[in-house]
């Protein structure tokens, strides 16, 4: 199986912060990176596809980059409503795995 | 707009089987596009693919699961399910059904997830 490590696993940022979340996969999966925001009793929602493509309704201050091995979701001026846990997940070869996630809290 | 919705018992005892269903809504389950997975969150851990299937293809499973696993689609009620036998404790977590994409593969839309515990 790809191993994702996902780093740091947790950080405290104040609003209107930058914030970048790196993943590294355990082998190369070309751009086959997505990236997912998890929040308590909602669903799931998917943010960046294919390591830098905007999902549809995603605010743009939302991106990625990388391809490789090495990938990094950016959030470029934090809002409230992005404090949430974040993975990666590798959709290259079956199984399919994610990073054991990103906890973003409010400084 | 596609939701999916899980549905199922929320206490399992151990040694025996789980089942989940989900129904989609706002789509087709029969599209070509897409195939169907479930997700799963044990409490503080990540998140575990347990396995997809097709719309007239074969189920994919995570091998750490395949012995234990069968997901099957309902195409009359636009459903999938999930069962999970010989169940422990390890199994109890947040149980999520999702819609993926093609290859490069990726989740587009979940279901809120239901949480399942193994208990007696």
């Known amino acids: 199986d790809i191993q994702m490590t996902q780093s740091p696993s947790s950080l405290s940022a104040s609003v209107g912060d930058r914030v970048a979340i790196t993943c590294r996969a355990s082998q190369s999966i070309s751009n086959s990176l997505n990236w997912y925001q998890l929040k308590a009793g909602k669903a799931p929602k998917l943010l960046i596809y294919t390591a830098s493509s905007l999902e549809s309704g995603v605010p743009s201050r939302f991106s990625g980059s990388g391809s490789g091995t090495d990938f990094t979701l950016t959030i470029s001026s934090l809002q409230r409503e992005d404090f949430a846990t974040y993975y990666c997940q590798q959709g290259y070869i079956v199984p399919w795995t994610f990073g054991h996630g990103t906890k973003v809290e409010i400084k | 707009q596609v939701q999916l919705q899980e549905s199922g018992p929320g206490l399992v005892k151990p040694s025996q089987t789980l089942s989940l269903t989900c129904t989609v809504s706002?789509?087709?389950?029969?599209?070509?596009?897409?195939?169907w997975s479930w997700v799963r969150q044990p409490a503080g851990k990540g998140l575990e693919w347990i396995g997809r299937?097709?719309?007239?293809?074969?189920?994919n499973y995570n091998p750490s699961l395949k012995s234990r696993v069968t997901i099957s689609v309902d195409t009359s009620k636009n459903q999938f399910s999930l069962r999970l036998g010989s169940v422990t404790a390890a199994d109890t977590a947040v149980y999520y059904c999702?819609?993926?994409?093609?290859?490069?593969?990726?989740?587009?839309?979940w279901g809120r997830g239901t949480l399942v515990s193994v208990s007696s």
């Open positions: 706002g789509g087709s389950i029969s599209s070509d596009n897409y195939y």
């Open positions: 999702v819609r993926g994409y093609g290859f490069p593969s990726f989740f587009d839309y």
């Open positions: 299937i097709y719309t007239g293809g074969s189920p």
